[in-house]
């Protein structure tokens, strides 16, 4: 078995997913790093950042009975709006004087 292990090509499902910073419903900002594939069950998960603290975890990309949370599941926001339970920050101008600075 090769590693990573991604599901064969053939049965890879088609993935419609932004990397960058995201808002959590609660208030969180998290940064998604990429999607990994589950070693067992192949599903697609996400893998974060929390901006706060810095901790990386993983989520399911989509809940299913044994893990109702997935990062696209919607849920009622504040506002009480049902959304996803992450919502994307689209970059702004200012992430990118940053990036010029730091890349020059």
Known sequence: MSWPPFP???????????????????????????????HESRQ?????????TGTESVRSLY?????????????EWPTGESLPRFCYLPPSRGDVEIVRVLLP
């Open 44 to 52: 697609p998960m996400v893998r974060y950042v929390c901006l706060e």
């Open 63 to 75: 809940g299913h009975p044994g893990d109702p949370d997935g990062w696209k599941d919607r849920v």
């Open 8 to 38: 064969p090509p053939g049965e890879r499902p088609g993935i419609e997913f932004s990397l960058g910073r995201y808002l959590h419903y609660k208030g969180g900002l998290y940064t998604a790093l990429g999607i990994v594939f589950h």
